[in-house]
């Protein structure tokens, strides 16, 4: 079996235990500590973005590095309606579950029919529907992280956490909807960082698509920037082929 072959086999055949396995031990006991609990979110700074991994993105960005700039957009909304201190804070917490579930894409074997069938479909949003095992994992990872290892020693932390992750996997309010933009934003930002890097060697086009899914305006301006600045770019890359 190849090793990509294996990472999926892994992810379609996740559970709370065997995830649990590979945390470092021992560890100090929740009820006196919130120790527990970041040693698993140090995860989150080692586990690569799968999509960027698949398209041999070398030394590609980690889930924390993508949150940590999404908490940096989500400080500049220019709409004083939406709470942006509340939208930092659900930035940091929105993809906290990978830290045991790790990046999930529809290539892996999880839920896969009820993933989209675009052909340009994005390998790190679930733009169209959400994944029902995917968001199951997700929410047992949650309910452990907040409720068995942050409870006992910061009860209303851990409550605040739950409850700003579901916000924004519901996404009705303001600041969610909001959030879920700067979501795909960033990722656009860094395809055509990636680009550049690459010198044009990487068309990292398939991650565009992303852009039709933003819904406020102001986040939408700056997609269309972006995107106007990446075919600036390409066209100085075509005109040195000349």
């Known amino acids: ?51 960027w991994r698949r398209h041999g993105v070398s030394h590609g960005e980690s889930i924390s590095d993508h949150m940590y700039r999404m908490s940096i957009i989500s400080m500049l909304c220019p709409d004083p309606v939406v709470n942006r201190d509340h939208c930092v804070k659900m930035a940091v917490v929105h993809d906290m579950a990978e830290s045991l579930v790790g990046d999930i894409t529809p290539v892996d074997g999880v839920a896969k029919s009820i993933f989209p069938t675009h052909p340009l479909y994005d390998y790190e949003f679930n733009l169209c529907c959400a994944s029902d095992e995917k968001h199951s994992r997700e929410l047992q990872t949650m309910k452990y992280l907040t409720q068995t290892l942050l409870t006992p020693s910061n009860p209303q932390i851990a409550d605040e956490i739950m409850s700003l992750w579901e916000e924004y996997e519901d996404g009705s309010t303001r600041e969610a909807i909001f959030v879920k933009d700067v979501d795909k934003f960033e990722l656009l930002c ?50 040195k082929k000349e």
């Not at 986040?219 to 106007?228: F, I, Q, S, Y």
Request: net charge negative; proline share 5%.
């Open 1 to 51: 079996m190849s090793a990509g072959s294996s990472t999926v086999n892994s992810k379609a055949h996740w559970t709370l235990e065997t995830a649990l396995a590979d945390v470092p031990k021992p560890v100090t006991a929740p009820s006196s500590s919130p120790l527990a609990f970041l040693h698993i979110l140090e995860k989150l700074k080692t586990t690569p973005r799968e999509g």
């Open 190 to 239: 860094q395809a055509v960082e990636y680009e550049k890097k690459c010198e044009g060697q990487k068309d990292l086009s398939e991650f565009l698509w992303v852009a039709n899914g933003i819904k406020t305006d102001y986040v939408k301006k700056w997609a269309l920037d972006l995107l106007e600045e990446r075919d600036s770019f390409w066209r100085d890359i075509e005109a």
